[in-house]
Nanobody
Framework: QVHLVESGGGLVQPGGSLRLSCAAS????????IGWVRQAPGEEREGVSC????????NYTDSVKGRFTISRDNAKNTVYLQMNTLKPEDTAIYYC???????????????????WGQGTQVTVSS
């Protein structure tokens, strides 16, 4: 059975940083496209970033480019989202997502992912 478990969320002041982790069990992350999706209260789910299988190409939504970095540690079977220069509008529940079917490349759109973690809350506030 596949499990994606996020950690690393919390409360941070504007301009601060957090690193989210997504650990997988029953599933080898580097063989699949992996993404981060967030949902703020009352808002639609928004794709934030993704990393493709094997070669690890990355994509980001425009609002986080230059501030967020997605990466993968194959030995730990974990994907990370380093978030710098955080803004109040980054406040949301962040979900780790995965596409179970083999695919080339990746896209941030949530509809492309069929495996979801339970989410971790990120709150950016002074």
């Amino acid at each position: 059975q596949v499990h994606l478990v996020e950690s690393g969320g919390g409360l941070v002041q504007p301009g601060g940083s957090l690193r989210l982790s997504c650990a997988a069990s029953g599933f080898t992350l580097d063989r699949h496209a992996i993404g981060w999706v967030r949902q703020a209260p009352g808002e639609e789910r928004e794709g934030v970033s993704c990393i493709s299988s094997y070669a690890g190409g990355t994509n980001y939504t425009d609002s986080v480019k230059g501030r967020f970095t997605i990466s993968r540690d194959n030995a730990k079977n974990t994907v990370y989202l380093q978030m710098n220069t955080l803004k109040p509008e980054d406040t949301a529940i962040y979900y780790c997502v995965a596409k179970s079917a083999p695919t080339l490349g990746c896209t941030v759109h949530p509809r492309n992912y069929d495996l979801w973690g339970q989410g971790t809350q990120v709150t950016v506030s002074s």
